[in-house]
């Protein structure tokens, strides 16, 4: 099993929060690119000019003309650089083309301008887990089920993580139960519950 992430749907609520100037050194556009752009009255135009760009770009995604999806993702977030979904798939393409970096700035972008949706933290612990710095993967996790305690992918996905990294606390007992909870899939489910085992028999002894 892999980590999978996950991207959103367009078009999305736009959200009141602004980028803060978008990821420091990144090269994707950032707050102020466009903001002062003539051909848009008001906002209403610019958020519908937004969500045509970035409904492109998951048509070229899903074709997998990933650069030229890229493109249009960019577009958007010039456009209307709140838009959270665009810089969430931008950052799931990112990925896709096995450019961490860039999928890194996009989803702390995403993250940013939505400080309560989980899918850009649990992205972003995908992102490290493919990687293997499960430190950094196991804090994303957190932040997302900090956001939402019982989304699924961050509870199984944070209890792997222990598993790799050789952790077995108390907190990772109550994500596997928390799991157990909401888990449907018969392969998860059997993984989960070995967590649980291995985990209770070791804070067992640690008792």
Known sequence: MR???????????????????????????????GANDPVF??????????????????????????????GKYKQAVTTYPRFYSAWLNMGVTFTEQGK?????????????????????PANLGDLYQMQRWYDDAARNYAEALKRNPYHARALRESVRTDFLRNVRTDDTLDRIRR???????PAWR??????????????????
């Open 3 to 33: 980590p999978s992430l996950r991207s959103a749907v367009v078009p999305v609520v736009l959200l009141t929060l602004a980028c803060a100037g978008g990821p420091g050194g990144c090269s994707i556009p950032s707050r102020g690119d």
């Open 41 to 70: 009255a008001n906002d209403a135009e610019r958020i519908a000019e937004a969500q045509r760009l970035a409904v492109e770009g998951d048509e070229l995604r899903k074709a997998k003309r990933l650069e030229d999806a890229i």
């Open 100 to 120: 961490y970096l860039e999928a890194r700035e996009a989803l702390t972008a995403a993250s940013e301008i939505e400080p309560s949706d989980p899918e850009a």
């Open 179 to 185: 799991a157990l909870e909401v888990e449907r899939d």
């Open 190 to 207: 059997s993984f989960l519950q070995r967590q649980k085992v291995m985990v209770e028999g070791h804070l067992k002894t640690q008792s």
